[in-house]
């Protein structure tokens, strides 16, 4: 599935590389301000209730332009209002949506699951981790999680549960939900992963994380001459290089395609830098089931947050 011939329309490039954006600065300041007067102790999606910023009050400091445009969709009730979940006292919390121009994305985006990537032992943590699907794709989660192929012969296999027990105790098999969510990424339901370093660090470091994220999957090594080709690909489109301060962003966005969008965001001054797409969609089809499926997920708390949510949308 991962050798299939790209699609067309792969997502347009709205935004030049490594250009100051004014309106994005000015919410990141925002967005900014607003964690900071956070009162939500929450660790997880579904702990105790953040507090909330509507859209209005980000409509009212933003001014004209983007605020005004916020607040007309808040009004029309096209936006709900936007939470912040605290995952680590060290960085900023982390937003329930994930909405263009505000970030440099291609449409709207919405929480699954978040948590804390630690490595060597628990006490080392290395960066936050939230997972993010598009708004417009969540129908076709119940699709593909409720044809008749995989409730028969992964999902339904316990007939004393109900499908969304059996749902839950697929996507928590370290097998099953392998295959579950290549399904889901197969099926063009397109995600957004956002990085967040607790730590200063660099992206030479990140993009080597990356790739050894991808060679640990279960079926790399059937897929090997895909992803050597894949992630030689990954390491050019890696184009910036330097530090990857704390509290930055690394937005890595998937397509329908499968093709993967990697930006750059210096969130001190609103810097955008989108580097070269990668085209291979094995490479963020790998990446992505890494994070929701299989034996090792990158963040236990972040994986189970998302099991979580796509069972609520079956």
């Not at 709900?80 to 982390?94: A, V, W």
């Not at 930006?263 to 990668?278: A, E, P, Q, R, S």
Request: proline share 4%; hydrophobic share 40%.
């Amino acid at each position: 599935m991962y050798t299939n011939t790209l699609a067309k329309g792969i997502t347009k490039n709205y935004l030049s590389r490594n250009i100051r954006v004014s309106r994005f600065s000015t919410f990141l300041r925002l967005r900014n301000t607003a964690a900071a007067h956070s009162t939500s102790n929450a660790s997880s999606v579904n702990a105790s209730a953040p507090k909330k910023y509507s859209n209005y009050w980000i409509a009212s400091t933003l001014g004209l332009g983007v605020g005004a445009l916020l607040y007309s969709y808040q009004t029309a009730g096209k936006l709900p209002e936007i939470e912040y979940f605290e995952i680590n006292d060290q960085i900023n919390s982390f937003p329930s949506a994930l909405r263009p121009p505000l970030y440099p994305l291609s449409t709207n985006y919405s929480l699954l699951g978040l948590g804390v990537r630690s490595v060597i032992v628990e006490s080392f943590k290395v960066y936050g981790l939230g997972i993010y699907i598009a708004d417009s794709d969540r129908k076709l989660v119940p699709m593909i999680l409720n044809s008749f192929f995989l409730k028969k012969a992964f999902i339904d296999t316990d007939e004393s549960k109900t499908h969304k027990e059996n749902v839950k105790a697929a996507l928590d098999d370290p097998v099953k939900s392998v295959i579950l969510a290549r399904n889901l990424l197969d099926g063009g339901v397109r995600m957004t992963a956002k990085f967040t370093p607790i730590k200063n660090t660099n992206l030479t470091f990140v993009r080597e994380g990356i790739i050894k994220t991808i060679w640990n999957h279960p079926d790399a090594e059937a897929n090997k001459e895909i992803l050597e080709k894949g992630i030689d690909e990954l390491r050019k489109a890696f184009n910036k290089k330097g530090s990857f301060l704390k509290d930055d962003d690394l937005l890595m966005e998937l397509n329908a395609d499968g093709s993967l969008q990697i930006t750059y965001v210096n969130c001190k001054h609103g810097d955008i830098y989108k580097m070269d797409l990668v085209k291979e969609p094995a490479v963020g089809r790998f990446l992505f089931s890494q994070y929701m499926s299989g034996p090792n997920p990158l963040s236990v708390p972040c994986k189970n947050e998302i099991v979580k949510s796509l069972v609520d949308l079956v």
